[in-house]
């Protein structure tokens, strides 16, 4: 019996898989094709210089992209009945085109901008993927949207047990047998599992646009779900929100910064819940009236979760994060009015709304890159003229002393353009400014950003271009992959490194012949850059240490290093070392 279900599974995983490939072949090709490359990749990272690496990368984050494309495509052929080969062929190409000017243009490195760009892009797709097949359907969309997000649940809970289950067998021939199975299969029987089979079988329980939900039974358990556990639990989170409102009122004491994310996750909860639970307005009372109610009562929490917001802009300018809050806020802002006016909802307009703001948000002059260019140099206009230091268009040396506030606050304007843009992007600056310039250019030196009597400072070297010099060394260890953990080397040797401690051994035998405490290196480079103007990029030279004993030649190359300080520069604490060593046994 057990036999024949198993086999009859099997059968319906063939037949599903089939199904799919022969629906979305584009697709499942592409799936595989990102599945070689990346095992590919894999295979050679070690032999690949870092610059070619990098380019493997990002041709594997376009053929990822190339995903939700194709899917799109097939359904917009779907939706208008397109069949002419050549038609599809033409789109197919015209696709392929814009992934390559995509990466040429877009994608030519893992800055923040590119990396919020693609995630941004692909939320666009995938959105696009769960609307287009019912752009002009009147009714029952969110029946449909439950049927697929059903179906790729069910499908990610049967790929995960697969995956632990084939994981526990390789594990265990691994143990009992000493077949020396490397650890690297399983990254890719994860890659084959997720990457192809999940898709596969997810996209063949995708519905054809003309299937009839009319006669679809709501699924009993999410009725349950939404009905008698999260409404309820809503409930009581709104109460306590207004509770909290009327406190700050009655305080008059407004905190920055919580507010908003308070109100803007639940909300944006909220929207889901209304979307899902909508199919039951006619036939549950709960369901009407939370419907009815909900968004009229929300939207007193959402403007005090406007004004939070109007503080920290107002404080600090916008950001890249603080547009995204303020723009999601807006959206959902945005449907809780629809749902309080309109007299009967298309909620396909959710996804919709959400997909364009989406797309803008990363593409265009109304972007968050524009938008917070534009502030925060707006921001840095109004320090230039509140100190006099603008004239006809250029910054000229204050000849009054600037406020130590003025001073962080140009800082980390500066350093916001540096880390997130491009100095070029900064108004008045003169051609080829450097952080370094600072004091010449302003007539005062980088000033840290202190929170509450702490300073934090970063150290990063600038050596991730040049060769590292391993003469008279043996042996070369990353040490950020042996935290809190010890590796053996030769016959009876071992070296370890304790985290917490921050102290790196060397053992010959069960016997310590090294023994280095790393926080000594940490404070010695705090204290020669702590008054730096910049210290966001320490040349590897100055960031490397060398130590001898009788029994072991070793050097110390840091890469990054994160403490704080007190107001007296003072190391209160190190928060994190990545580190490597090059060692040699005598």
């Known amino acids: 019996m057990i036999v024949i279900k198993i086999k009859t599974l099997v059968n319906d995983s063939v037949k599903s898989i089939y199904n799919s490939v022969k629906r979305f072949p584009i697709t499942i090709g592409v799936c595989v094709l990102l599945v070689i490359m990346l095992i590919i990749t894999n295979e050679n990272q070690s032999n690949l210089s870092r610059e070619t690496l990098k380019t493997i990368q990002r041709i594997d984050m376009i053929i990822a992209l190339g995903i939700p494309l194709s899917l799109c495509f097939k359904l917009i052929f779907e939706k208008k009945n397109i069949i002419n080969k050549l038609n599809k062929v033409f789109i197919y190409i015209v696709g392929i085109g814009a992934l390559a000017l995509y990466y040429f243009y ?49 499908v990610a809970i049967y790929s995960i047990v697969l995956y632990l289950g084939f994981s526990a067998i390789i594990f265990t021939l691994n143990r009992l047998f000493s077949i020396n199975i490397e650890g690297k299969i399983y990254y890719y029987m994860s890659l084959f599992v997720f990457v192809v089979f999940m898709p596969s079988m997810f996209l063949a329980k995708i519905p054809y646009n003309n ?36 406190k700050i009122l009655v305080t008059r004491n407004w905190p920055e910064g919580l507010v908003s994310h308070l109100v803007l996750w639940y909300s944006t909860i909220a929207v889901g819940i209304i ?16 419907t009815f109610w909900f968004p009229k009562i929300i939207i007193p929490l959402m403007i005090m979760m406007f004004i939070s917001i109007g503080i920290r802009i107002r404080e600090y300018g ?23 006016t309109a007299k009967k909802l298309k909620n396909i307009i959710i996804p919709i709304s959400l997909s364009i703001i989406a797309l803008n948000s990363v593409f265009g002059p109304l972007s968050s890159f524009s938008i917070s260019k534009y502030s925060q140099n707006k921001r840095f206009e109004k320090i230039l003229i509140r100190n006099n230091m603008l004239i006809d268009e250029k910054i000229v040396r204050s000849k009054t002393k600037i406020s130590e506030k003025n001073r962080t606050e140009t800082s980390m304007i500066l350093s916001y353009f540096k880390d997130k843009h491009s100095l070029n992007d ?26 509450g009597k702490r300073e934090y400072f970063h150290f990063t070297t600038n050596g991730s ?11 070369l260890i990353n040490m950020n992959s042996l935290t809190n953990d010890t590796v053996k080397f030769g016959d009876s040797k071992e070296i370890s490194y304790d985290m917490d401690g921050k102290l790196l051994k060397i053992c010959d035998s069960g016997s310590i012949i ?19 103007s910049d210290s966001s990029e320490i040349n590897i030279e100055n960031m490397t240490f060398e130590d001898e004993n009788e029994k072991v030649k070793i050097k110390f190359i840091f890469d990054y290093i994160s403490l704080e300080s007190d107001d007296n520069k003072t190391i209160e604490n190190i928060n994190d070392i990545n580190f490597h060593v090059i060692f040699k046994i005598k």
């Open 426 to 451: 900064v108004k008045y600056l003169p051609e080829n400014f450097k952080i370094d310039d600072m004091e010449k250019i302003f007539g005062f030196s980088y000033t840290h950003a202190i929170y």
């Open 211 to 246: 299937y009839d939900f009319s006669k679809t039974e709501y699924p009993k358990a999410l009725k349950i779900l939404l009905l008698y556990i999260i409404i309820p639990l809503v409930t009581i989170y709104t109460a306590i929100l207004y509770a909290y409102f009327i």
């Open 275 to 290: 979307f899902f639970i909508y199919p039951l307005v006619n036939k549950n009372k709960l369901a009407k009236i939370f």
């Open 318 to 340: 916008i950001t890249e994060n603080r547009y995204f809050v303020f723009v999601l806020g807006l959206w959902v802002l945005g449907i809780m009015i629809y749902f309080s």
């Open 514 to 532: 090294y023994e280095k405490n790393i926080e000594e290196y940490a404070e010695a480079v705090f204290n020669k850059y702590k008054n730096s």
């Open 106 to 154: 877009l994608l030519k490195d893992f800055s923040t901008i590119s990396i919020i760009r693609y995630i941004g892009l692909n939320v666009f797709l995938y959105l696009g993927f769960l609307y287009i097949p019912w752009v002009g359907n009147k009714e029952h969309y969110e029946n449909y949207i439950i049927k697929v997000l059903g179906s790729f649940f069910i």
């Open 465 to 475: 271009k040049k060769p590292i010099e391993i003469n008279g060394y043996d042996y």
